[in-house]
């Protein structure tokens, strides 16, 4: 037998087996595990969202009081020349 066989006969002795039990209430528990991933990853996503807000705003108003895109003033006075 090639290994390939070896594993389909494995399965196939699994599957022949008595299936285990499975609990009734599986798919309810199921269910509302799911909607309470959901309604995390909404809140996560909103969070997320509102903290990317709160950035963008207060890098608006930290860039219109500093206006970094400004050339800073120079400490002394360019010589004056031409006169």
């Given at each position: ?18 299936h285990p039990p499975v609990p009734r209430d599986l798919a309810a528990r199921a269910a509302a595990r799911g ?49």
């Amino acid at each position: 037998m090639t290994r390939h066989e070896d594993k389909e006969a494995a399965v196939r002795r699994l599957l022949d087996t008595p299936h285990p039990p499975v609990p009734r209430d599986l798919a309810a528990r199921a269910a509302a595990r799911g909607a309470r991933r959901l309604r995390r990853a909404r809140g996560v996503r909103r969070a997320l969202w509102v903290l990317g807000v709160i950035a963008a705003l207060a890098f608006l108003v930290w860039a219109s009081a500093v206006h970094p895109w400004e050339a800073p003033p120079a400490g002394t006075t360019p010589p004056l020349e031409g006169w």
